[in-house]
């Protein structure tokens, strides 16, 4: 499994290009005292600039992608590749990513318990978030995420099995 996450926190550390760019945009304010990327300095510029943040979308959005086709397509040419890979991607549908992907699964939570477990405020992102209804449409598979992880894994290990069988 590979995370968009991570990815986006690798670049923000480890790419030179991807941090020179940010802070020629958007300040030096964005840096900690040792002089690398603060993810909440940036989060406190660009959520309240709508602007700022389409370009930091712009920005990071394709090089996450291509990191995780790289990253496939690795595996994919290796000398026993899996049947399956699992990329999770929270902004999919809103980054037009889901063509992508053979199939879709969404992991959904309550409004009230998404918001206890963000650490982002809603009010900061709902406006750029596509409805998690829509979201259920699009996708393949989804699950509620309201119980127990031994809930979620029941969940996951059925789909798991039956995009292996080729059952869907």
Do not use: C
């Amino acid at each position: 499994m590979i995370s968009s996450d991570d990815i986006v926190h690798r670049l923000l550390r480890d790419d030179e290009g991807v941090k020179r760019t940010m802070v020629e945009r958007l300040g030096p304010e964005i840096l900690d005292d040792d002089g690398e990327i603060d993810r909440s300095r940036v989060a406190r510029v660009v959520f309240g600039d709508r602007e700022s943040l389409l370009w930091l979308e712009q920005l990071l959005h394709p090089l996450v992608s291509l990191e995780y086709l790289r990253w496939r397509d690795g595996l994919a040419q290796g000398p026993d590749p899996p049947a399956l890979t699992v990329t999770e991607v929270p902004l999919l549908y809103e980054a037009g990513s889901a063509e992508r992907f053979d199939k879709v699964v969404l992991i959904t939570a309550p409004p009230m318990l998404a918001a206890a477990r963000a650490r982002v405020s809603s009010d900061e992102r709902s406006d750029r978030l596509i409805p998690d209804e829509e979201k259920a449409r699009r996708a393949d598979f989804v699950y509620v995420n309201d119980g127990s992880l031994d809930e979620l894994d029941v969940f996951v290990a059925g789909v798991v099995k039956e995009l292996q069988t080729g059952d869907t």
